[in-house]
């Protein structure tokens, strides 16, 4: 049975508080009074946390980056605009070290201490759910960005807003895109990260293909966390006789899975693996990552658009592609992924549901957030009013990528849906 969130609310009063691991990207902000909550404020406080050690490193410091950049450009427009205020945004945050235990410590020195106004949440599912007791317990709005899970909203929560597309959607396009290109496939390994985001993935894609009838799961097993050794793991690959493979986790033990089914030359016709194949750092495998696919919450390439979203009847607000892809290669080096795009758009939202309520009390911009229905280079973006579903992201779609050699360098390939692909479906290169 599921844990609700108020029965682990008690769980937060019995942790220390710690302030190890400090990172304060631009100041400190004072309270203040006003309905707008505004009063005689200067900066607008946003807390997090981000893993800047531990497993999640990779994927948080991306999502990190992405945030940070949306923030340097506010506040080198002036900050955001609240009634006949400016305010800067400080971005609050502490080293999680990749670790749940540390989350609700963090989480609740950031409001307790650092008087944070909003929440963003870590990256991964696990996380998350550990940080949205704090921001449920002290009523603070959360976006959470780098979750994907739908238990976490299953749970009662009110202030958590997700931006990815739930879990249960993940790898259905997969499947989808291994029926299509390859028929006569019909033997799926569906294996994954015994943890909340990839244990929820894997289980709705095997609910999935059994619902489609098409393909058959032959082998649906879990790996331990931190796993270093897949050596045993694969020969019970090997042994069921799949076509395809589908599943893992996150980016280092989806990059170790993927390396040694290279190594072992599996006949396979597809690899489908979770986040890995997403970071850019997914490259460094070199032939291993050829023809790997995985899903991914956006790419650059993805072309949305202010006109597009005035033909689909959808508010649009924020940079289009193009300009946020540009920002991000002049600032950090390198070709952003959607964990990067996922920090930035966070930002984006916040301000403009700040900005649109004339407010930075929690429950003036959750009213904002829970009726958005927009469109955004990131995608659509809409949230489930329901009981027991609040919060929880309806609008957004993921499409499948590839990286693909050509005989030269490889690339990140948009390879379904059809309508957006940026080239064919290619077998894998081993």
Known sequence: MRRTVLSTIAIVALLAVTGCGQH??????????????????????????????????????????????WADQVNGEGGIKVGDSSLKVVLKSYDDESEKTRVQQLFTRLINNDKAD?????????????????????????????AASDSIFQAGLQYAFQLYTPASRYLTGSVDLLEQKDPAAKRIAVVHEEETFSTDVAEATKKYIE????????????????TADFGPFISRIAAAKPDAVIG????????????????RKLPLKMVSILVAPSV????????????????????????????????AGKEWFGPEGDAFVADYQKAYGEKPGYHAAGGYIAGVLLQQAIEKSGSIESDQVKKVLQDV?????????????????????????????????????????????????TADFQPLGW
Request: aromatic fraction near 10%; hydrophobic fraction near 35%; proline fraction near 4%.
């Open 248 to 263: 893992g986790g996150h980016f280092e033990d989806g990059s170790t899975l993927v390396r040694e089914l290279y190594a």
């Open 118 to 146: 909003f929440l963003v949440s870590p990256y991964s599912s696990g996380l998350t759910e550990a940080a949205s007791v704090v921001a449920e317990q002290n009523q603070k709005v959360m976006l959470a960005i780098g």
């Open 24 to 69: 304060d990207d631009s100041g400190s902000g004072a309270q203040g009074g006003g309905a707008s909550g505004v009063g005689d404020r200067k900066n607008v406080v946003i807390g997090l946390t981000v893993s800047r050690t531990g497993k999640y490193t990779a994927e948080s410091t991306n999502q990190f980056n992405g945030l940070k950049l």
């Open 373 to 421: 229905d927009a469109l955004t280079f990131w995608g659509a973006l809409k949230f489930s009013n329901e009981k027991g579903d609040y919060g929880r992201q309806v609008g957004h779609e993921m499409v499948q990528i590839q990286w693909q050699s050509g005989g030269a360098k490889l690339t990140r390939q948009i390879v379904y849906p059809d309508q957006g692909k």
């Open 280 to 311: 850019p750092e997914f490259a460094q495998l070199g032939p291993a990552a050829d023809g790997v696919v995985g899903p991914s919450q956006w790419e650059p390439e993805v072309a949305f658009s202010e006109a597009v979203a005035k033909d």
């Open 211 to 226: 619902e489609q009838g098409k393909v058959q799961v032959v082998l649906f097993e879990g790996y331990p966390t931190g």
